[in-house]
């Protein structure tokens, strides 16, 4: 398949309708080549013709689209700390079929990438993994989506090179990218961040992840790990971060420290609607406290107004570093937005700079899946399409 092909199909992806005019800006080819991909496209049944655009008092532009019922779909496999998600999607980033979760503890599971290899099996028995284009995979860690590694691991650990075993399995083009990454990705192309140039998009879950668009482009670093807010030291407890040193943000602002706080006043006696769910499992879980929170229980709104007042200290260091237009919270604690956000500016107020914090936002995200869908976004923009390559070969 032709290279501005790809570009065409892939624009279409994040953006669609377009006309030809506005795919020529965003992949910067002329009208004329644009032109002539386009109705090559259309020949092949790939994209198709929208009509004509609304006017604006000159000559309406014909848009297009991409031709979702012929296209392949995408593989989405989100994985955090403890839990696997797993998503068929097709091009317009509809579920295909219902996502699926397992519980996999990467740390504590004997043979975590097992356990997802076989998640993978069952939850693709029944579907044609001919049709899918490629397989996308996010995850925490020093993520190299260049090597294709996770340098969390040791080399002998078998999730070092979970790209390459699950591409070797499946027989499938594979990329992995870093969690938070990847959730910048889907905040900046369908979320919060679209049609910012200087968005900092937090992924707040078991860490505190950071994924940086600055001018308009994912900022990575020179090697590639730039964002790791959570180890950012401006803890002044002595706990023990899971990075193995003293201070981190994490073990004040993350969903683990608020779980651990409201774990702590409901064995001190605090009256709380999660005391027994407490007593009879010996402990609670993060839906249970989301919920507790949402539903008013005071020792669950605590414990993310805690989290929230840290969490502000460390976007008020990055303001002053960076001067963002936009702090976007996403991840599984936008599910507590509400709860988040007074404390979030009440801590931004005394920590930062009002010159330089006044004109940077705070928002709660309202992408559901964000890392599903940043996942596939990943798999989209990295894949060389040679599913329909052999499929034009077929057809032709």
Same mark, same amino acid.
């Given at each position: 398949?032709?290279?501005?092909?790809?570009?065409?199909?892939?624009?279409?992806?994040?953006?669609?309708?377009?006309?030809?005019?506005?795919?020529?800006?965003?992949?910067?080819?002329?009208?004329?080549?644009?032109?002539?991909?386009? %109705?090559?496209?259309?020949?092949?049944?790939?994209?198709? =013709?929208?009509?004509?655009?609304?006017?604006?008092?000159?000559?309406?532009? !014909?848009?297009?689209? $991409?031709?979702i019922?012929?296209?392949?779909?995408?593989?989405?496999?989100?994985?955090?700390?403890?839990?696997?998600?797993?998503?068929l999607?097709?091009?317009?980033?509809?579920?295909?079929?219902?996502?699926?979760?397992?519980?996999?503890?990467?740390?504590?599971?004997?043979?975590?990438?097992?356990?997802i290899?076989?998640?993978?099996?069952?939850? +693709?028995?029944?579907?044609?993994?001919?049709?899918?284009?490629?397989?996308?995979?996010?995850?925490?860690?020093?993520?190299?989506?260049?090597?294709? !590694?996770?340098?969390?691991?040791?080399?002998?650990?078998?999730?070092?090179?979970?790209?390459?075993?699950?591409?070797?399995?499946?027989?499938?083009?594979?990329?992995?990218?870093?969690?938070?990454?990847?959730?910048? !990705?889907?905040?900046?192309?369908?979320g919060?961040?679209?049609?910012?140039?200087?968005?900092?998009?937090?992924?707040?879950?078991?860490?505190?992840? $950071?994924?940086?668009?600055?001018?308009?482009?994912l900022?990575?670093?020179?090697?590639?790990?730039?964002?790791?807010?959570?180890?950012?030291?401006?803890?002044?407890?002595?706990k +023990?971060?899971?990075?193995?040193?003293?201070?981190?943000?994490?073990?004040?602002?993350?969903?683990?420290?608020a779980?651990?706080?409201?774990?702590?006043?409901?064995?001190?006696? %605090?009256?709380?609607?999660?005391?027994?769910?407490?007593?009879?499992?010996?402990?609670?879980?993060?839906?249970? $406290?989301?919920?507790?929170?949402?539903?008013?229980?005071?020792?669950?709104?605590?414990?993310?107004?805690?989290?929230?007042?840290?969490?502000?200290?460390?976007?008020a #260091?990055?303001?002053?570093?960076?001067?963002?237009?936009?702090?976007?919270?996403?991840?599984?604690?936008?599910?507590?937005g509400?709860?988040?956000?007074?404390?979030?500016?009440?801590?931004? +107020?005394?920590?930062?700079?009002?010159?330089?914090?006044?004109? #940077?936002?705070?928002?709660? =995200?309202? +992408?559901?899946?964000?890392?599903?869908?940043? #996942?596939?976004?990943?798999?989209?923009?990295?894949?060389?399409?040679?599913?329909?390559?052999?499929?034009?070969?077929e #057809?032709?």
């Open positions: 398949m032709k290279t501005l092909h790809k570009s065409i199909l892939t624009s279409l992806y994040y953006q669609t309708p377009q006309s030809i005019a506005e795919l020529s800006n965003s992949i910067g080819k002329s009208v004329p080549n644009v032109t002539r991909s386009v %109705q090559e496209l259309l020949q092949y049944n790939l994209i198709n =013709s929208e009509g004509f655009a609304a006017s604006t008092g000159g000559r309406r532009a !014909i848009q297009y689209s $991409l031709n019922e012929v296209l392949p779909t995408l593989l989405a496999i989100a994985i955090d700390q403890y839990n696997t998600s797993i998503s999607m097709d091009l317009s980033n509809q579920m295909i079929k219902e996502l699926h979760q397992q519980h996999i503890n990467l740390n504590q599971s004997e043979d975590p990438l097992e356990k290899i076989a998640l993978i099996d069952s939850f +693709l028995e029944s579907e044609n993994k001919e049709n899918i284009l490629t397989v996308g995979i996010s995850m925490p860690g020093f993520v190299d989506s260049e090597k294709g !590694i996770n340098s969390s691991y040791s080399p002998t650990d078998p999730l070092y090179h979970i790209k390459d075993a699950i591409e070797r399995h499946l027989q499938i083009p594979t990329y992995i990218e870093n969690d938070s990454t990847a959730i910048a !990705i889907a905040e900046h192309q369908f919060k961040a679209k049609g910012s140039n200087n968005a900092l998009i937090i992924n707040l879950n078991w860490g505190v992840g $950071l994924g940086m668009i600055l001018e308009g482009r900022f990575k670093g020179h090697s590639g790990y730039a964002g790791e807010f959570s180890h950012i030291p401006l803890s002044n407890q002595n +023990l971060c899971s990075c193995g040193k003293r201070g981190c943000l994490e073990v004040e602002a993350s969903l683990i420290a779980l651990g706080y409201a774990s702590e006043q409901i064995e001190n006696g %605090q009256i709380s609607q999660l005391t027994a769910h407490y007593g009879q499992e010996g402990r609670i879980n993060i839906d249970q $406290l989301i919920a507790a929170a949402l539903n008013g229980d005071q020792v669950a709104i605590e414990s993310f107004a805690k989290i929230g007042y840290m969490l502000g200290k460390g976007i #260091t990055l303001i002053h570093i960076i001067n963002p237009e936009k702090v976007i919270i996403s991840g599984k604690g936008s599910e507590i509400q709860i988040l956000l007074p404390q979030i500016q009440a801590s931004m +107020l005394e920590f930062s700079i009002q010159r330089l914090s006044k004109d #940077t936002s705070i928002e709660i =995200s309202t +992408l559901h899946n964000a890392q599903i869908i940043g #996942t596939a976004s990943i798999a989209v923009s990295s894949s060389n399409w040679e599913v329909l390559h052999k499929k034009q070969t #057809t032709n």
